[in-house]
């Protein structure tokens, strides 16, 4: 198997340099994780408040960024990054990032750091997601169109469970299929219980349909399309130069409240340190431009030239 190659840091940075980029803080990762929590109640709140298009569309968008948000905070949680006390760290990844929006820490972090091993080459198990690209316009309008109404969001959720019942042979239980899949979905059934509970006791049973489920089954699964094409679409197949196994995408203020969260568009970086904590992906990216190692870094303007670029193919 071909192993994605490395480089080491301390072929970049000096031992004062890295020092503090690949430290870990007891309370930065708990910070951003809190500040997703309040971004999303604000959101929320704003509606209630305001009752209107406009802020029910800001809410929408707002809280599904932050539902992304929250993968990325599990993300980092799968790398040791939110805590140094690696308990803490994995509860709170699992707990408070990964059960709420439907996934889960313990089945990620194998499978993701697969995919840091194997970067871009043969064996890597991200490579179905870059592979499509680049696709036609309307190609990319169709999955887009399919993400913000809700069909992305449903062969996700229950694709697996109608998958298993046409497989299923006739005498087998349908029960124990259901069963099996309430098992495997049991921390986000049990979180979004939860939080209907909480919001019926406050008489607002509604918002967790409107302000959580909504933006979950349409503005999540396009904020997630969005980064996983900037972060590896267009990049080579068996890239044998490490700065080159992701794109870092240049994120303006806006791009970074409703598509990337959480410093996620330096993917490059992360690819290059996958251990060095979220919030000091920037740092790292302006030593590297000091020095002049981001020339041949893999890189873009911002989202939407990458998504033109991902559309490029000519119709057939």
């Given at each position: 198997?071909?192993?994605?190659?490395?480089?080491?840091?301390?072929?970049?940075?000096?031992?004062?340099?890295?020092?503090?980029?690949?430290?870990?803080?007891?309370?930065?990762?708990?910070?951003?994780?809190?500040?997703?929590?309040?971004?999303?109640?604000?959101?929320?709140?704003?509606?209630?408040?305001?009752?209107?298009?406009?802020?029910?569309?800001?809410?929408?968008?707002?809280?599904?960024?932050?539902?992304?948000?929250?993968?990325?905070?599990?993300?980092?949680?799968?790398?040791?990054?939110?805590?140094?006390?690696?308990?803490?760290?994995?509860?709170?990844?699992?707990?408070?990032?990964?059960?709420?929006?439907?996934?889960?820490?313990?089945?990620?972090?194998?499978?993701?750091?697969?995919?840091?091993?194997?970067?871009?080459?043969?064996?890597?198990?991200?490579?179905?997601?870059?592979?499509?690209?680049?696709?036609?316009?309307?190609?990319?309008?169709?999955?887009?169109?399919?993400?913000?109404?809700?069909?992305?969001?449903?062969?996700?959720?229950?694709?697996?469970?109608?998958?298993?019942?046409?497989?299923?042979?006739?005498?087998?239980?349908?029960?124990?299929?259901?069963?099996?899949?309430?098992?495997?979905?049991?921390?986000?059934?049990?979180?979004?219980?939860?939080?209907?509970?909480?919001?019926?006791?406050?008489?607002?049973?509604?918002?967790?349909?409107?302000?959580?489920?909504?933006?979950?089954?349409?503005?999540?699964?396009?904020?997630?399309?969005?980064?996983?094409?900037?972060?590896?679409?267009?990049?080579?197949?068996?890239?044998?130069?490490?700065?080159?196994?992701?794109?870092?995408?240049?994120?303006?203020?806006?791009?970074?409240?409703?598509?990337?969260?959480?410093?996620?568009?330096?993917?490059a970086e992360h690819h290059l340190f996958m251990h060095m904590p979220c919030w000091n992906l920037?740092?790292?990216?302006?030593?590297?431009?000091?020095?002049?190692?981001?020339?041949?870094?893999?890189?873009?303007?911002?989202?939407?030239?990458?998504?033109?670029?991902?559309?490029?193919?000519?119709?057939?």
């Amino acid at each position: 198997m071909a192993v994605a190659s490395r480089i080491k840091p301390q072929e970049l940075f000096t031992p004062q340099e890295w020092a503090p980029l690949s430290a870990r803080s007891s309370w930065r990762g708990l910070l951003m994780v809190a500040h997703a929590w309040a971004v999303i109640v604000a959101a929320g709140a704003a509606f209630v408040l305001w009752p209107n298009p406009l802020t029910y569309l800001l809410a929408v968008m707002l809280i599904g960024a932050r539902q992304l948000g929250l993968a990325i905070l599990m993300h980092e949680a799968a790398h040791g990054g939110l805590h140094p006390n690696l308990k803490v760290n994995d509860w709170v990844g699992e707990w408070l990032c990964a059960a709420p929006v439907g996934a889960s820490l313990a089945k990620y972090r194998p499978y993701h750091l697969t995919h840091h091993k194997y970067a871009q080459q043969a064996e890597d198990p991200d490579l179905v997601l870059s592979a499509p690209f680049p696709t036609t316009r309307a190609s990319l309008r169709r999955k887009i169109v399919r993400d913000l109404t809700g069909q992305t969001f449903f062969k996700q959720r229950f694709g697996p469970l109608l998958g298993k019942l046409r497989q299923a042979p006739s005498d087998q239980p349908r029960g124990a299929i259901f069963s099996g899949e309430v098992g495997r979905q049991a921390l986000f059934l049990l979180w979004n219980l939860g939080l209907l509970a909480a919001l019926s006791a406050i008489g607002l049973w509604w918002a967790w349909l409107a302000l959580w489920i909504v933006p979950m089954a349409t503005w999540f699964p396009l904020v997630t399309r969005l980064r996983n094409i900037a972060e590896h679409a267009l990049v080579a197949k068996d890239e044998p130069d490490p700065f080159r196994h992701a794109r870092t995408t240049r994120a303006n203020w806006l791009e970074r409240a409703l598509i990337a969260p959480y410093h996620v568009n330096f993917h490059a970086e992360h690819h290059l340190f996958m251990h060095m904590p979220c919030w000091n992906l920037p740092k790292a990216h302006r030593l590297l431009a000091a020095k002049g190692r981001t020339e041949g870094m893999l890189t873009a303007p911002g989202y939407l030239s990458v998504l033109k670029a991902a559309s490029s193919r000519s119709p057939a």
